[in-house]
């Protein structure tokens, strides 16, 4: 596709429920990054993928958080046992380098609202 | 450790008004520096990038900014805001040591009065 597609794009879920949050990055991108964006913050970083590794999970709030991208493309996130302080803007985002080395663009979609009741 | 700072959560700028907006980073070797915009219920999008070429830099909708070692800053300003200016921008790093992951700032949400 033209962009970052994520989805669903807004979820409500009710506490102790898990949920699994879609990202389609743009074609051909190696990078694939998961943000948490809390209401009037920053986005702050989850996770990076290299194609189908996860190379970096430090971001990663609790071991109730799980992401995978098994073929190289599409990624899930997937928060299971939903908290309150679980409720966010997931952002997902690719590049198409390998690396940050060259200041390659990261391109974000318009992220999934997760709200936990 | 905070390695991108922005100053000021609000501005309010007059429509035509210059507007800027304050960023510093905290790192040892100049890092990429960029900023995104966020309109309202959507995603980021980014407006200006310093990849250590040319340290004035010129983005999308009349946004510049410039690099400044020795200030460890990378302001954001436009000449003359419209109303369409009114969003929430970000400043971010990525610090070239540190990986591939950007880095945000808190945030700066500007609101253009007519």
């Known amino acids: 596709g033209a962009g970052v597609s994520q989805s669903p794009r807004y979820k409500v879920a009710k506490r102790g429920q898990d949920v699994a949050l879609r990202c389609d990055p743009i074609?051909?991108?190696?990078?694939l990054f998961w943000y948490q964006q809390a209401l009037g913050q920053g986005p702050e970083f989850l996770t990076y993928?290299?194609?189908?590794?996860?190379?970096?999970k430090s971001g990663l709030p609790s071991d109730r958080f799980f992401a995978e991208r098994p073929e190289g493309s599409v990624s899930t996130l997937k928060i299971q046992r939903t908290q309150q302080e679980d409720s966010a803007v997931y952002l997902c985002a690719s590049s198409l380098a390998a690396t940050g080395s060259s200041g390659n663009t990261i391109y974000f979609g318009e992220g999934s609202w997760l709200t936990v009741v | 450790a905070q390695s991108v700072t922005q100053l000021g959560s609000h501005v309010s700028v007059s429509e035509g008004a210059l507007v800027l907006l304050r960023c510093n980073y905290s790192s040892s070797v100049p890092p990429y520096l960029f900023w995104y915009v966020q309109y309202p219920n959507q995603g980021l999008q980014l407006l200006l990038k310093?990849?250590?070429?040319?340290?004035l830099v010129k983005g999308i909708n009349g946004f510049e900014a410039e690099f400044k070692k020795s200030e460890t800053s990378f302001h954001l300003t436009k000449p003359s805001a419209h109303m369409s200016d009114a969003a929430e921008y970000f400043c971010?790093?990525?610090?070239?040591?540190?990986?591939?992951?950007?880095?945000f700032g808190g945030g700066t949400r500007v609101l253009v009065k007519p």
């Open positions: 993928f290299q194609n189908e590794a996860q190379l970096d």
């Open positions: 074609s051909g991108h190696v990078s």
């Open positions: 971010a790093v990525i610090i070239k040591a540190a990986g591939n992951k950007l880095t």
């Open positions: 310093y990849t250590s070429a040319a340290t």
